[in-house]
């Protein structure tokens, strides 16, 4: 299984180099704005929409496989197409119409939408898709796709002009909710052609692109005659921009951006709503002592303070969670919260022989918020007797492997990914992962189930093991904010892209 | 006596000279980068990479290889032009030309108001020495030195960006198009530059002028009627000016390396971001060309401003004479 | 001026005096919540609190310690470092004093940023920090300690020290050092403004060491600035105020030497 | 008819303290005056005054100077600095603009405009004037000689035909042959009419130029001189042979030979820049010559003062030109005249203060100064104690590199009178390196004369310099046979 740091990164709303770090100053000071969620208002068709994201600096990339800043995501949202897709948290068909298991081969048909045309004006083929997949999954690339961990694309056929055969690797029942999950993006290889809604006009790496309507794309044509991208890598600088009018859309700006709000009545700030939510938490190392012990596991969750760490470090823009990740997607068991209750938490410890020792917690400013809500769950742990060393590494070194296998508990971020990649991507770490064979055991039949009850089953009881001796302690879901033009309208979130919405629909109303 | 004039010997040997320190530079760094904790290798596959695939990968790159072999592979590059690819496979010369040129076109921006600004209020200060212009100029550039640069940078997006409304407040440039003819954009990033630099031009100007301002000459001047502005014009400022464009061109140069902070906050699209993050994943050959880029040019600038010195100092220009 | 000087000295002590205690008068830890985030000057939290709800008083004080002694060790090495090599350049035959002189110029080339980014790299804590402001600034100590040094080489009382076969350390530390104190005070003195803007610039990358420190204390505050200006104006306050005392102890050592000689 | 320049009961004070009390004279028209007295007596300042000018720090505190009836003070006429008022400084290598060519700074203090073509006719006049050729105009002043420097200073400060010139030591910082041309041309100038007001502590050389002399402090006291002593029967103590030395390329001694017997006083004389302080510094191994040995008592020595024994260190010392350089400022007398006694003659520490008493007493100087610093004493007591720390060393052989050219004329007999006092008790042996014939003349038993490095002449002195003649034009002839050879 081939996971890199980097798309564990990525699911955490951050590029590979980008380091967010709060700047330069603040907004003009004023009055609080309410913060609304997405406006749903229809855009009107024509025009130029200008949106800044975080960029990637040189690295960045039109192919769909190289870049991996926010920014780089949100342009191949809108150039390529994958074969599903989500909306909202239901996986819908794009450029596949259906993929269906054959049963007893560990393989797949794939169907393929027909009259879809390329930016260069071929016609799409199950050839093409067949070029993608090797592109993607080749071993040459730096990051192969993860796909290539359930499914053999080496081995994969054309079975007709529109149809492919796919194998896989161990018994998937729901293929479309992987292809919707992973970036799969269909791509002339080595060319920056796709069939998107949009095709690039001009790019500059790190700074901008400039792309233009498709008129012949397959859905309805996009809304705007033109999208400007562009790449800034500092928080403060994003929003500066829209602020003085350099553009008209921004989002994942700090939360102190949305407490001051904005003097100028033409701006509004914007949350992705309750479905683009970041669980914000930190994930305890279950191969050692003391959390070895489900006991001292639990201890932690009884006895950090969640809405101070919501009022604090999210500023009350967001809710106290409930120790799993993935709120928002599909499957999640949206149960309450723990209350905090320091007694019954320093009983724990003491019956797990933890009581006074001292854990060590990593912690890196990956993302707003990571160095500080270390800081303030170390001040509350203290009074549980548990004294918790806080080892404050540079971004580039914070997944080194060797550190995190000898930390006790590092700070972690997850958006509303689908369930599977969540956990596949915990699983990944060997020590962000809970060694439990039953816990296994649910997430492959939660994959391999063919059938919605059996499926929804299956994460039923996966999660009921997170909840009753897991290892991850989750304090809070973190609103995604923006800051737009009003008339900005018709930006799609879509289920753990809450950094990188989708822009094909979006236009200024 | 000399077959080789003694300046262009001079500018022949400091070159000589400079091409060896550089080369034990990027020795240096290519070492040390190669010591560092950041393994281009794993940040590129990530940690659950097979060993194998990490030793395929590290032929591939060539990084199997002792250090001492890469450098001179490195090396042997250099000479035909070639920086190297960085780590994520893009070659280093695609990467770095524009942002190069946007830090430098920075950099000689902030240095072209410098000069005038800083020569105009040094020498200003040095004639009214001790009185309240003196004063005024001297605190001003003082507190200026004393606040840092990404502050200062931050108070002017603050007022004349956001507040005000009268310049952009980030560099957003254009694809396909360069700073220079978006020229609002440059604004803010080498006022930004120029108000940190102006201050230290200005301290040392001033220095150097009201020593002048002390010496015998200028009393023998005074002694034989010359007005100030004679005096100003034929004696303090041909004796400012050796010292005056050292600082320029010092200034000048630590501006391109010296803006990164600048950058980051205006969004700039220079080398600052290129040199933070290559140095903090170990990018060896993204780092290795910016030392050379910009030692190359600090080394380059050291030269020109010790010609300059002997060109503007006639003693040093004529050599000994008679003694 | 001398008086302007005094002034100067008066200011700095007094600073110093503030910052060194300061985390012993400080009302409040410096990570425990006082009060909600951003919250204004109460009486509670006489400067307001920070993004996290934390005293920014307490914060302060607790933070100018380690910015001192940071930049002061800093500054204290690369000067050290620079003087000696350019008092022994001054002092041995030029084509050594050459010799030793080169590899500093090497070092200058590179930029500040990027030597500090460099040593972070590999050694991301405090003395990362104190080692990477101390090579970038010994080279220009170097200089400043080479030129003041040649002036006084060849003055006649050291040519006795070296006719009657006195040792380096007589040489260096009795008849040079004294004579040369005054500029290499005042170069400590800028030395020490930088080495604060290092680190301060070492926070704003992410890549400091402590998390109260005032280059620290600026670039949280940096996003708040609008929600509670006084977070911001106060760590920046106090880093121009230091600035501007070491600069005007630094003009006044100059000065001093300046009479010393003449 | 009224005075040209008249001073009356002029009063400056600096920091508190009075350094011009009460003084007046006159200059009629066409009169040459010199002025006169010991150093610190505010010779300078009180020239300065004449050109309406005060230095930082000094105040006018009552009295009045007024040239051609109108005072200077505070603010001077207009036309007085440059028109009605000449000035010609103490260092001509200080005193013009360094960078300005000869031409350009002629033309700027003309305060005219000129049209172009008849500019460098008009430089050209200008350096007739001061009998210097035309091709110097296209020069720098560090291309000229400290002459040459003088005489364009003094051809500016003519350059407006002003009736009274103000001369500050204007021979001081130059060598006998530049002295000589300088002042023939005050005194041409003089003759053509022009007033001088010469600042000088150096009376002889300007007697032939003034008229009148105006003392202000003290008076001056006569000079010194000795007896010759044989020596011919003495052992020869250093002996150097073929020094030839130098700095980078050019070479400033070549192929010297030195023989110095015990108890001898030899003088090496030579114009500035002659490569006389490189002897020294050669002597006394501060300085490896690019050939050429050093025998001391018949043994060979080494050249670096390094690679010497301590007895060799011991046995030659140097006492330096510049008193404010000699001793450190920050080292009380005690500790340097310690320090020999430490690192030369190992002496135990219970001894110190007895040998210092011996030493100041040796160069006549109170206990008390042991424990001052070098600030709180005089230029003559600091070259005393200099000559003191050489001593402290027992030495055979002291070089003195023109011990007493920064001193004035009082302090200098004393010193000169003590280094002979020495020499007859401790059988010491001297060589004195001296610009000044008068010097050399009065206190040497035998002379070395260096011209471009090499021996001129050598020989017992009163052969070479026969009393009765002015030792200055003996030894400016001798030095003028050997540039003809």
């Known amino acids: 299984m081939t996971l890199s740091r980097r798309v564990l990164l990525r699911s955490a709303g951050l590029g590979a180099a980008a380091v967010a770090l709060p700047s330069a100053c603040g907004a003009a000071a004023s009055g609080q704005t309410p913060v609304q969620a997405t406006a749903s208002a229809t855009p009107k068709p024509g025009g130029t929409l200008r949106a800044v994201f975080t960029g990637g600096g040189a690295t960045e990339s039109l192919d769909p496989y190289v870049g991996g800043a926010p920014v780089d995501l949100v342009r191949h949202e809108v150039m390529y197409d994958a074969l599903f897709r989500f909306r909202g948290n239901e996986v819908e068909a794009a450029l596949a119409l259906a993929a269906k298991p054959v049963a007893g081969q560990g393989a797949f048909d794939l169907e393929l939408r027909p009259d879809v045309v390329w930016h260069d004006g071929t016609a799409f083929t199950a050839r093409d898709v067949l070029a993608s997949f090797a592109y993607m999954s080749s071993p040459e690339r730096a990051y192969p796709s993860e796909l290539s961990a359930y499914f053999d694309f080496a081995k994969a056929t054309v079975t007709g002009p529109l149809t492919l055969r796919i194998p896989t690797r161990q018994p998937i029942g729901e293929p479309a909710l992987l292809l919707a999950s992973y970036p799969a993006k269909i791509v002339k290889p080595g060319k920056s052609i796709g069939t998107g809604p949009y095709q690039v006009d001009a790019f500059a790496a790190g700074r901008e692109a400039r792309l233009k309507k498709f008129d012949r794309y397959w859905e309805k044509t996009a809304v705007s005659d033109e999208l400007v991208l562009s790449s800034l890598t500092d928080p403060q600088a994003k929003v500066n921009a829209v602020l003085s009018g350099q553009s008209d859309f921004s989002t994942d700006i700090p939360f102190t951006i949305a407490k001051t709000g904005t003097s100028n009545a033409e701006l509004e700030i914007r949350t992705a709503g309750p479905l683009g939510r970041v669980g914000f938490g930190f994930v305890l190392n279950a191969t050692k002592a003391p959390f070895k012990d489900p006991r001292a596991r639990k201890a932690v969750r009884l006895g950090i303070d969640r809405q101070a760490l919501v009022d604090s470090v999210l500023l009350g823009f967001g809710a106290p969670g409930n120790d799993l990740f993935g709120a928002g997607s599909k499957h999640f068991d949206s149960r309450e919260p723990l209350a905090r209750d320091v007694d019954q938490a320093r009983t724990l410890l003491k019956d797990a022989g933890a009581a006074g020792a001292t854990v060590v917690f990593r912690t890196a400013e990956y993302e707003i918020g990571y160095n500080a809500s270390t800081q303030l769950v170390a001040e509350q742990l203290r009074e549980l007797g548990l004294m918790v060393k806080i080892d404050q590494v540079g971004v580039p070194e914070f997944f080194d492997v060797k550190a995190l296998g000898q930390t006790d508990g590092i700070v972690f971020s997850i958006g509303a990914l689908p369930l599977p990649v969540t956990y596949s991507r915990l699983a990944a770490y060997p020590t962000l992962g809970l060694p439990d064979a039953e816990l296994k055991t649910a997430l492959g039949a939660a994959l391999a189930a063919t059938d919605e009850p059996a499926r929804a089953k299956a994460w039923a009881t996966a999660q009921q093991i997170m909840t009753d001796r897991g290892n991850t302690v989750v304090w809070g879901q973190a609103d995604t904010l923006s800051i737009a033009r009003k008339s900005v309208a018709g930006v799609e979130t879509r289920a753990g892209q809450e950094k990188y919405p989708y822009l094909g629909r979006a236009g200024l109303a | 006596m000399r077959p080789v004039h003694p300046l262009l010997r001079h500018a022949l040997s400091g070159l000589a000279g400079n091409v060896v320190l550089l080369a034990g530079l990027s020795f240096l760094v290519f070492v040390g980068v190669d010591l560092l904790p950041g393994d281009p290798i794993t940040s590129r596959l990530g940690p659950t990479a097979t060993p194998e695939r990490i030793a395929a990968v590290r032929a591939e790159l060539g990084l199997d290889q002792p250090v001492l072999t890469r450098y001179g592979d490195w090396l042997a590059g250099i000479v035909h032009g070639d920086l190297g690819r960085s780590a994520a496979g893009q070659p280093v010369t695609e990467l770095l030309s524009g942002r190069v040129g946007n830090s430098i076109l920075l950099a000689c921006l902030a240095t072209a108001c410098l000069i005038p600004l800083s020569f105009g209020f040094g020498l200003a200060a040095a004639r009214r020495r001790g009185r309240p212009a003196d004063r005024a100029i001297s605190t001003g550039s003082l507190l200026l030195l004393s606040v840092p640069e990404f502050v200062v940078a931050g108070f002017l997006v603050l007022i004349l960006a956001i507040g005000l409304r009268l310049l952009p407040a980030v560099s957003l440039v254009p694809a396909g198009s360069s700073p220079v003819r978006h020229s609002e954009v440059l604004v803010l990033p080498v006022l930004s530059l120029l108000l940190v630099g102006l201050a230290y031009a200005t301290r040392v100007i001033r220095a150097a002028a009201a020593g002048t301002l002390r010496a015998p000459y200028v009393e023998f001047l005074r002694l034989s009627g010359q007005s100030e502005r004679t005096i100003l014009r034929t004696a303090v400022v041909p004796a400012v000016l050796p010292v005056a464009v050292q600082i320029w061109l010092l200034t000048g140069v630590s501006m391109i390396g010296g803006a990164v902070l600048v950058e980051k906050v205006f969004g700039y699209p220079g080398i600052g971001e290129l040199l933070v993050t290559s140095v903090q994943t170990g990018d060896l050959a993204v780092v290795q060309a910016l030392v050379l880029v910009l030692g190359g040019a600090t080394l380059a600038v050291l030269l020109i401003a010790d010609l300059a010195m002997v060109l503007l100092t006639p003693r040093l220009r004529t050599g000994g004479g008679a003694e | ?262 | 008819m009224t005075a040209l320049l008249e001073v009356q009961n002029l009063r400056l004070t600096a920091a508190g303290r009075a350094i011009v009390d009460g003084v007046s004279f006159q200059v009629e028209p066409g009169e040459s005056v010199a002025i006169t007295g010991p150093s610190g007596a505010g010779k300078t300042t009180l020239a300065l005054t004449v050109l309406g000018h005060l230095r930082d720090g000094v105040t006018h505190d009552g009295g009045q100077v007024l040239v051609d009836g109108r005072p200077t003070l505070p603010q001077p006429p207009p036309e007085l600095r440059g028109g009605l008022v000449g000035y010609v400084g103490q260092d001509p290598g200080n005193s013009l603009n360094p960078y300005a060519r000869v031409a350009t700074t002629l033309l700027r203090v003309t305060a005219r405009s000129v049209p172009r073509p008849q500019r460098s006719a008009l430089v050209s006049e200008l350096l007739a004037r001061v009998g210097l050729p035309t091709e110097l105009a296209q020069r720098y002043p560090h291309q000229l000689s400290g002459g040459q420097q003088q005489r364009v200073v003094i051809a500016a400060a003519l350059a407006r035909n002003p009736r009274l010139l103000v001369l500050d030591e204007p021979t001081t910082a130059l060598d006998l042959v530049a002295k000589a041309e300088v002042v023939a041309e005050l005194r041409r100038v003089s003759d053509a009419g022009i007033s001088l007001l010469w600042v000088t502590h150096d009376l002889a050389s300007v007697e032939t130029v003034v008229d009148r002399v105006v003392t202000i402090g003290e008076p001056t006291t006569a000079s010194y001189s000795h007896a010759p002593v044989a020596t011919a029967a003495r052992e020869v103590v250093l002996t150097a042979t073929g020094v030839t030395a130098g700095y980078g390329h050019t070479s400033v001694l070549r192929a010297v030979d030195l023989e110095l017997r015990s108890g001898e006083l030899l003088a090496v004389l030579g114009a500035s820049g002659v490569g006389k302080s490189t002897l020294a510094r050669v002597l006394t191994g501060l300085h490896r010559p690019a050939s050429g040995t050093l025998a001391h008592r018949g043994e060979r020595l080494p050249w670096d003062v390094r690679r010497r024994s301590r007895a060799e260190r011991a046995a030659i010392q140097l006492v330096g030109q510049n008193p404010a350089e000699a001793l450190h400022p920050r080292q009380t007398v005690r500790t340097a005249l310690t320090r020999p006694l430490v690192r030369l003659r190992n002496l135990p520490t219970a001894e110190h203060d007895g040998e210092i008493k011996l030493l100041l007493d040796a160069v006549q100087l109170p206990i008390e100064v042991a424990d001052r610093l070098p600030g709180e004493l005089s230029g003559g007591m600091r070259q005393r104690v200099a000559l003191a720390r050489a001593l402290a060393a027992r030495p055979e052989v002291i070089v003195c590199d023109e011990i007493t050219s920064a001193l004035d004329s009082s302090t200098q007999s004393a010193i000169l009178r003590m280094l002979d006092e020495l020499r007859a008790e401790l059988g010491l042996a001297v060589v004195l390196i001296t610009h000044d014939a008068d010097v050399a003349a009065s206190v040497s038993d035998r002379l070395l004369v260096l011209a471009s490095g090499r021996v001129a002449r050598t020989g017992a002195t009163a052969d070479l310099l026969p009393p009765g003649e002015s030792p200055e034009e003996r030894v400016r002839h001798l030095l003028i046979d050997h540039t003809d050879l």
């Open chain 3, 1 to 262: 001026m001398s008086r302007l000087g005094k002034a100067g000295w008066a200011l700095f002590f007094l600073l110093l005096l503030v910052i060194l205690i300061g985390p012993a008068i400080a009302p409040n830890t410096a990570t425990h919540p006082v009060g909600p985030p951003y919250a204004p000057p109460s009486g509670r939290a006489l400067l307001g609190t920070d993004h996290l709800g934390r005293d920014m008083l307490s914060r302060l004080l607790l933070g100018g310690r380690p910015l001192l002694l940071t930049s002061l060790a800093a500054a204290a090495a690369g000067t050290l470092a620079g003087s000696l090599t350019g008092l022994v350049a001054a002092l041995s035959r030029r084509r050594l004093g050459a010799w030793l002189m080169r590899p500093l110029d090497a070092i200058t080339a590179v930029p500040p940023i990027l030597l500090l980014l460099l040593c972070l790299t590999a050694l991301p804590n405090r003395t990362g920090l104190v080692i990477a402001v101390a090579i970038t600034s010994a080279p220009l100590s170097a200089r400043v300690a080479r030129s003041a040094a040649a002036q006084v080489a060849g003055r006649a009382h050291v040519e006795n020290a070296i006719a009657r076969g006195e040792n380096w350390s007589w040489l260096l530390g009795r008849e040079i050092l004294p004579l040369v104190a005054g500029p290499l005070l005042a170069d400590f003195g800028i030395r020490f403004v930088a080495a604060v803007y290092l680190v301060a610039a070492a926070g704003f990358l992410g890549l400091g060491a402590s998390d109260t420190d005032w280059g620290r204390l600026i670039v949280e505050a940096l996003p708040g600035a609008a929600l509670q200006p006084v977070a911001l104006l106060a760590p920046v306050i106090g880093v121009a105020f230091l600035a501007v005392a070491a600069n005007l102890a630094s003009d006044r050592a100059a000065q001093n030497s300046r009479g010393l000689l003449a």
